[in-house]
């Protein structure tokens, strides 16, 4: 089983639509979770972090996360084109627990395009 | 824009030969890392770094070198290159291990 699962998509979604995306992982040491967005041919960039559960919201985005699930989402209000691009969820854990030396550990992406 | 650049940020090249790419930031973030991306892995820790001259392997670290002799600049070597290393390699840097991290440009490397 891999450590974090996320569906790849790609997810088509009309212009003002409120996305979901979601990621599931398997290890209950992960507490700090990041969402990212990256465009084609550019680099990930920083959307959300958020410490253990509950919510977060900036802007049209609200992370979500439900440790006992051991579920992540990010949620994007009146989704507009610009929005068209991979989201990336990523989490870690405390230093030497599980050996990991705090490493980020990424889900694969879910592609996601806003049509107008 | 978090302070990073990478170089080169596109390099084709044959196999067997040396490549170094090269990371900068002007952030002063402590910790620095080596991504790569590739379709269907997703992104994967090569090497970071903890600090000058501190270094540790990630999980892809076979075939890979790196140093920092100082704060802003990380270097990844790879010492004979293979067509398996055909990637798009992205730096990342940050304040601590658990503070988020921020990317570069990314480099996009062809073995052929």
């Known amino acids: 089983q891999k450590e974090v699962e996320q569906d790849p998509g790609p997810l088509s979604v009309p212009e003002g639509a409120i996305v979901s995306l979601n990621c599931t992982y398997s290890?209950?040491?992960?507490?700090?979770f990041m969402w990212y967005r990256q465009y084609s041919r550019k680099g990930p960039e920083l959307l959300m972090y958020?410490?253990?559960?509950g919510n977060k919201e900036d802007g049209r985005f609200t992370a979500q996360v439900d440790k006992s699930s051991k579920y992540i989402s990010l949620f994007i209000r009146d989704s507009q084109p610009s929005d068209s691009a991979t989201y990336l969820c990523?989490?870690?854990?405390?230093?030497?627990?599980?050996?990991?030396?705090?490493?980020?550990?990424f889900g694969k992406g879910t592609k996601l395009s806003v049509k107008p | 824009d978090a302070g990073i650049t990478q170089s080169p940020r596109h390099k084709v090249t044959e196999t067997g030969t040396p490549v170094t790419l090269r990371c900068h930031q002007t952030?002063?973030?402590?910790?620095m890392y080596w991504y790569r991306q590739d379709p269907g892995h997703g992104l994967r820790l090569i090497h970071y770094?903890?600090?000058?001259?501190?270094?540790d392997k990630g999980e892809v670290s076979d075939g890979y070198s790196v140093s920092r002799s100082k704060t802003e600049d990380f270097l990844l070597t790879l010492e004979s290159a293979t067509s398996s290393q055909t990637s798009v390699y992205f730096c990342?840097?940050?304040?601590?291990?658990?503070?988020?991290?921020?990317f570069g440009p990314g480099t996009r490397l062809t073995v052929l």
């Open positions: 770094s903890y600090g000058v001259k501190d270094t």
């Open positions: 990342a840097i940050s304040v601590s291990l658990y503070n988020e991290q921020f």
């Open positions: 952030e002063n973030h402590r910790y």
């Open positions: 958020t410490y253990s559960s």
């Open positions: 290890n209950s040491a992960f507490q700090y």
């Open positions: 990523a989490m870690t854990m405390l230093m030497n627990y599980g050996g990991s030396q705090g490493n980020l550990i």
